[in-house]
């Protein structure tokens, strides 16, 4: 992953304090449309005090993102991204990245090799963000994952997740290139607005999306990719 350079007045620190910890559970919590369920302090707390990494994004004093990761199976070399969200004034600004970038120095400075995490397929800009700019490893699919949610961005849809794993030390996963591309499959521009304007409209893309890529990876398929204008790449298994 290249360098990204942190912007002026923008820093990463710790959650070492109990207020710190509320106020990430709040920005998350705005974040999600309101649900104060996704991150409990009592549960970010644990998570931080135990060693996890849990850390606050500000714009001088004021916090405006959060991350959490946890260490995952095998816990030396290994560690699951739960969560990652940046306030709405402050996004489309390349601190998602700057978060990344932070967590992936973390995790090499604990020798933690991989980090996993999931994502909504339907998504375009976290699928573009994940596959094509930090070349990340499709290695699921995974069909209402986390089952009902409450909060204002999942509320009435299913949560369907692809999973990706980073390698850290290794180049990103290039992009295939046509020659190796067997199929494809399309995802709206933008689901987010399409879930406000259209949501029966939205509801059928869940589950034409998720028909296409499991009936493509059931015939031995794998993600290799994403294009913005045809989708998810699908190549010959490795």
Do not use: C
């Amino acid at each position: 992953m290249a360098e990204t350079a942190t912007p002026p007045g923008i820093d990463i620190r710790p959650l070492d304090t109990v207020d710190e910890v509320h106020r990430a559970s709040e920005v998350l919590a705005e974040v999600w449309g309101g649900d104060r369920g996704g991150m409990p302090p009592n549960l970010l707390r644990a998570l931080a005090h135990s060693g996890n990494y849990a850390v606050g994004l500000y714009d001088g004093d004021r916090m405006v993102g959060a991350s959490v990761a946890f260490f995952a199976v095998p816990s030396a070399r290994s560690m699951h991204s739960h969560i990652t969200g940046v306030l709405t004034d402050h996004q489309s600004q390349g601190l998602g990245r700057v978060l990344k970038q932070h967590q992936r120095e973390w995790a090499l400075s604990r020798e933690v090799g991989h980090i996993t995490w999931t994502f909504d397929p339907l998504v375009a800009r976290n699928a573009h963000f994940n596959l094509r700019v930090l070349g990340t490893r499709v290695t699921e699919y995974l069909v209402n994952h986390y089952g009902p949610m409450d909060d204002g961005v999942n509320r009435g849809d299913e949560t369907d997740r692809i999973m990706v794993s980073w390698a850290l030390a290794a180049p990103p996963v290039p992009t295939p290139g046509d020659d190796r591309v067997v199929a494809s499959v399309g995802i709206p521009h933008d689901i987010e607005a399409m879930r406000r304007e259209a949501p029966t409209d939205a509801a059928s893309w869940r589950l034409r999306v998720r028909e296409e890529l499991t009936g493509h990876l059931a015939e031995g398929l794998v993600i290799g990719g994403f294009d913005d204008a045809r989708g998810y790449l699908l190549v010959l298994g490795r």
